[in-house]
């Protein structure tokens, strides 16, 4: 590990205790940053490493639930808009909801993590996302929309507190165990998008049975996370605050320019992301692709994203200027995009891969951004929930306004020329979140 990488996770993951009793500890900067570490606490997380096998279960469990209520009905669209005869607009919605509550969550997140412990609020997270998924086969419109927003919620809890007890638990080996949760994110999202038609011809030929299934894979991640829970249940110290003005100058990352740039390339990022996961069966179905060849391609397009989630943060870590990946992200994006708007059943796989090696790249840039421009650990955490909040609710437009650019035209290429267009936009702000400074 260099120099630089060992920096950037320090930035992020740790802050010196400003507590006399914890001097060779480290309070960590995440969903329960500044809260008082107590003897019952302590004696609870050692409980917790003590049984690194099920800590690392549960996690890998949760982690592939990040993405398989968003990915798995995606493939199924079309048939969930004629059941309840949505129009491409309302339609749209179904994605749409989730991604806005993405950014909702986010928001509360922070304080549930502080109040309850991480673990407690992790199984309650995996809980609500088994109600929200089998809430949205029910045969009501208001019960798929509401399932959205419990599906969207929940996700936003495991997004915002699964960075940060990894960093808590695991603070010498935080790059390897965030590989291990975002590569079993990207694989349940890869299994979910591959196996949602064939799930609907096995179980009877409906899509609410391919939705429900899901909802089992989140109970027993719950179950994985009970001991845990059961195990921290000593730690009584959570709403209990640190007193922050020792340990970082006060930065108000509301009123800084850069810090709107790196939120704005996150958002950015995310909202093409989601215009993906929300319509590209649909628009390879459109064009003439089988359902269940779209489903495939589909899942393709996520597996891929492991290459560059991988790698381009590694690089990005090794550069003072990180300017370089941002034309390199952005400009995979756009071209897998053109192609699709060219050629998008005969170069199918070709645009996949590309758009996945870009996504998974965007990704990884924006969230390594968060790290190299803040300038302490404390802005980080704060950096990191304006840019989460911030960015999903801009990238829950995205969905919704491609159908309803679809429905108007009944093409998808304005749709495509829109995001080429936010490809534009996330280049520019992105060359300015990438310049060596800091918030």
């Known amino acids: 590990?260099?120099?630089?990488?060992?920096?950037?996770?320090?930035?992020?993951?740790?802050?010196?205790?400003?507590?006399?009793?914890?001097?060779?500890?480290?309070?960590?900067?995440?969903?329960?940053?500044?809260?008082?570490?107590?003897?019952?606490?302590?004696?609870?997380?050692?409980?917790?490493?003590?049984?690194?096998?099920?800590?690392?279960?549960?996690?890998?469990?949760?982690?592939?639930?990040?993405?398989?209520?968003?990915?798995?009905?995606?493939?199924?669209?079309?048939?969930?808009?004629?059941?309840?005869?949505?129009?491409?607009?309302?339609?749209?919605?179904?994605?749409?909801?989730?991604?806005?509550?993405?950014?909702?969550?986010?928001?509360?997140?922070?304080?549930?993590?502080?109040?309850?412990?991480?673990?407690?609020?992790?199984?309650?997270?995996?809980?609500?996302?088994?109600?929200?998924?089998?809430?949205?086969?029910?045969?009501?419109?208001?019960?798929?929309?509401?399932?959205?927003?419990?599906?969207?919620?929940?996700?936003?809890?495991?997004?915002?507190?699964?960075?940060?007890?990894?960093?808590?638990?695991?603070?010498?080996?935080?790059?390897?165990?965030?590989?291990?949760?975002?590569?079993?994110?990207?694989?349940?999202?890869?299994?979910?998008?591959?196996?949602?038609?064939?799930?609907?011809?096995?179980?009877?030929g409906g899509w609410q049975g391919s939705l429900a299934f899901w909802s089992l894979l989140a109970v027993v991640a719950a179950l994985a996370w009970l001991p845990q829970v059961l195990i921290a249940r000593g730690r009584t110290d959570h709403g209990v605050r640190a007193a922050p003005a020792a340990v970082a100058r006060p930065v108000s990352v509301w009123r800084s320019a850069l810090a709107w740039q790196v939120t704005l390339f996150m958002g950015l990022q995310s909202l093409w992301t989601y215009v993906l996961i929300a319509w590209m069966p649909t628009i390879f179905t459109d064009h003439g692709m089988s359902r269940s060849t779209a489903g495939v391609v589909f899942a393709f397009n996520n597996l891929i994203q492991v290459a560059g989630a991988f790698a381009v943060p590694l690089l990005a870590g090794r550069m003072r200027s990180q300017r370089p990946l941002v034309v390199l992200v952005t400009t995979l994006v756009a071209a897998g995009y053109a192609g699709l708007m060219v050629a998008p059943v005969e170069g199918a796989w070709l645009w996949s891969a590309v758009l996945g090696v870009g996504q998974g790249g965007a990704v990884g840039l924006a969230l390594t951004l968060i790290v190299l421009r803040a300038g302490d650990a404390v802005t980080a955490a704060r950096l990191s929930g304006m840019a989460q909040t911030v960015g999903y609710l801009l990238a829950a437009v995205g969905p919704l306004a491609a159908g309803v650019l679809h429905q108007a035209t009944g093409s998808w290429t304005l749709p495509i020329c829109g995001v080429l267009a936010v490809c534009a936009a996330a280049l520019a702000v992105g060359l300015l979140a990438a310049r060596d400074r800091t918030v």
């Open 1 to 204: 590990m260099t120099a630089e990488t060992r920096t950037a996770e320090t930035r992020t993951a740790e802050i010196p205790s400003a507590e006399p009793e914890a001097a060779s500890s480290r309070v960590l900067v995440n969903a329960e940053a500044g809260v008082r570490t107590s003897a019952a606490g302590t004696a609870a997380r050692r409980a917790l490493l003590a049984h690194p096998a099920l800590l690392l279960t549960g996690i890998v469990l949760a982690s592939l639930n990040m993405r398989v209520a968003l990915a798995s009905v995606a493939p199924l669209v079309g048939e969930i808009s004629d059941a309840f005869g949505l129009s491409a607009a309302a339609g749209s919605l179904v994605t749409s909801v989730p991604v806005l509550f993405l950014g909702a969550g986010a928001l509360v997140a922070p304080w549930l993590g502080r109040r309850f412990g991480t673990e407690r609020v992790l199984f309650a997270a995996l809980l609500l996302l088994a109600v929200g998924i089998l809430a949205r086969v029910l045969p009501s419109v208001y019960a798929l929309y509401g399932g959205g927003v419990l599906v969207g919620t929940s996700i936003a809890l495991l997004n915002v507190l699964m960075p940060g007890l990894i960093k808590r638990d695991f603070p010498g080996r935080a790059a390897a165990m965030t590989s291990v949760y975002t590569g079993a994110m990207i694989a349940g999202a890869t299994v979910a998008a591959a196996a949602a038609v064939p799930l609907e011809k096995s179980l009877g």
